[in-house]
């Protein structure tokens, strides 16, 4: 289904119609898992998202570009439960979302807030553990294996503050896998990081959510990041927000930093991007 | 990767610097005890209502060695310390309650604000006729004073722990006393224990005021007679001691603040 802002070009609408939505090259037919029908979020007495409609399939990486003020954030917060849709249905699995789920983690943007200053890498990600009831045996080998993967494993007994913005942002993710959600929502994760070591990290992103069969819900205000990982980007048109565009990221994966960005189809994609979000801001 | 960011407590450099420095502000205390034990002697002063700084440590030292000065402490710290550990109990339970359930807070407002503008010291007659003279009343009176210190400080302490970290549990899905226990509580420690801090401060100024005031006990209750016998070497003995122990207590607990404190965000942490 693609919906477009009315003031798109003609010309990128026949182009967008062309390119099929490719979830996974391999799953002929990918079921849905997350399905937003006609969400509208009010707060204080202000709408802030309007009519959404949104089908994210099982294992697709969906990234949320738009202004500031669009609503990209309070989407998120929707569909994790931290914020009542005051109008529509969002389900999650077939099941309506009320409160957050333990399938559905969120890697909030400001690491520096969200993890336990007065505890060590270790003991944050024990703390999802701790949430979800896992036996204390098995704590220690589930940790070890998180910190191993998202490249932390010699900085367990180091304390948030003994760690680089990046390596506490991959401590936030690995609390957040352990929570074993299939559903990754990602807030600006990477948006107050260096260029180099959000590179690293959006890799990292990458090769986590392909071993681990994780659906990844990205809010980026980043296109270029946007068009790198998804597998569809959608933009949000402010005031209030709702859908404007969707468009369909047809690059093969696995995708690398250097000739991913350097691809016709990547340019093209971002730049269909980027007239968007320069339309929504006139 | 970018650097690991090394983010090492600032203090720990200032207390090497202190430690290398020169006490300046040493200087003027010593320079005024001088000045008067000078005058006293140049001028063969002799009065019964001022001693000589040379007396009054003479006084001090003996009262040391004879252990009346620290019974009267003694005394004056239990009743202090068990009033602050009752009233600090309660308020800071009354400031998580209420910084946790909009509701009670509410409800318990008008309460509240209407009972913490009256200076506890000011409850003394009533205090009197109800609990006697003794430990109790003293203790009542600290208690009461030390309530609405620390709840105000734990319910803003607790009201100030950032919404990302409460997100975090609701995302994590810890129960309420999970949540309480494993990250608003901790979260909101340090300044805790800066109410906690103050509390302490207030529990001993209470103590002693209601020593001198009225209870038959304890350091003020010393010092008051001291005075009426005309001691005035002692009296101030008592006063330099009083001093004495009011700062080594904020000194500790500041030690305790610098040593366990130092992880959680600094911020929260002021150097008073």
Redesign the interface.
């Known amino acids: 289904m693609l919906k477009q802002a009315p003031t798109q070009p003609v010309k990128d609408r026949e182009m967008l119609m062309s390119s099929a939505v490719k979830v996974k090259p391999t799953d002929p037919a990918p079921k849905k898992l997350i399905e937003l029908s006609g969400v509208s979020v009010t707060l204080g007495g202000r709408t802030i998202l309007t009519d959404v409609d949104l089908d994210i399939a099982d294992g697709e990486i969906l990234c949320v570009v738009g202004g500031s003020g669009t609503g990209k954030t309070t989407l998120l917060r929707a569909i ?1 439960g ?1 914020v009542p849709a005051s109008k529509g249905a969002i389900a999650v699995a077939g099941e309506p979302v009320r ?4 399938d ?3 890697v ?1 943007q ?1 690491y520096g ?2 993890l ?3 505890r060590t890498a270790y003991a944050n990600v024990a ?2 553990l ?3 009831k896992t036996p204390r045996k098995e704590r220690k080998e589930i940790i070890h294996g998180l910190l191993d993967k998202v490249g932390l494993g010699g900085h367990s007994e180091k ?1 948030p ?7 506490q942002q991959r401590l936030q993710i690995a609390r957040c896998l352990a ?1 074993r959600p299939s559903v990754l929502l990602m807030d600006e994760p990477f948006g107050a990081l ?1 260029a ?2 959000r590179q ?1 990290l959006q890799d990292e992103m990458l090769r986590i959510a392909a071993t681990g069969d994780m659906t990844i819900f990205f809010v980026t205000h980043d296109l270029e990041e946007a068009v790198y990982l998804g597998d569809r980007v959608i933009g949000l048109a402010p005031d209030p927000g709702r859908i404007g565009i969707t468009v369909d990221v047809d690059l093969p994966r696995p995708r690398n930093q250097l000739t991913t960005r350097e691809d016709g189809t990547f340019l093209q994609r971002r730049r269909e991007l980027f007239d968007f979000i320069q339309e929504t801001e006139k | ?7 090492r407590p600032a203090e720990m450099n200032c207390a090497v610097n202190h430690g290398m420095r020169f006490p300046k502000g040493v200087v003027v205390p010593v320079l005024l005890i001088a000045l008067a034990e000078a005058a006293f002697r140049l001028a063969g002063f002799r009065s019964d209502s001022i001693a000589p700084p040379s007396v009054v440590a003479v006084d001090l030292y003996r009262g040391l060695l004879d252990g009346q000065i620290l019974e009267a402490t003694r005394t004056t710290l239990v009743a202090a310390f068990s009033g602050l550990l009752i009233g600090g109990l309660l308020g800071l339970t009354m400031g998580v309650l209420r910084a946790t359930f909009r509701r009670l807070d509410q409800l318990l407002e008008v309460t509240t604000e209407t009972i913490r503008p009256i200076p506890s010291i000011a409850i003394l007659p009533v205090a009197i006729l109800i609990f006697g003279f003794g430990y109790s009343l003293e203790i009542s009176l600290v208690s009461l004073s030390c309530i609405f210190t620390t709840f105000i400080l734990t319910r803003a302490a607790v009201l100030g722990v ?1 919404r ?2 409460l ?2 549990g ?5 129960n309420l006393w ?1 949540r309480m226990r ?2 608003i509580l ?2 909101a ?1 340090p300044r805790i224990f800066v109410a906690f801090r103050w509390a302490t401060s207030l529990s001993l100024i209470v103590a002693v005021t209601t020593e001198i005031a009225a209870n038959p006990i304890g350091l003020g209750s010393a010092m008051m007679m001291a005075q009426q016998s005309l001691n005035p070497g002692l009296t101030v003995a008592y006063l330099v001691w009083i001093g004495f122990v009011g700062w080594l207590l904020n000194f500790l607990l500041i030690k305790v603040q610098r040593r366990y404190f130092a ?3 600094t911020s929260a942490l002021d150097e008073k």
């Open positions: 994790a931290l409160a957050p789920r333990q559905v983690a969120v909030f400001d807030k969200a336990l200053p007065w703390l999802a701790e949430a979800n304390y503050s003994e760690l680089s913005g990046g390596m929570q260096d180099m070591t690293d | 990767m970018t650097t690991v960011a090394t983010d950032d990302r970290m997100e975090v609701l995302v994590l899905r810890l999970d494993k990250l901790p979260a420690f992880r959680f965000s």
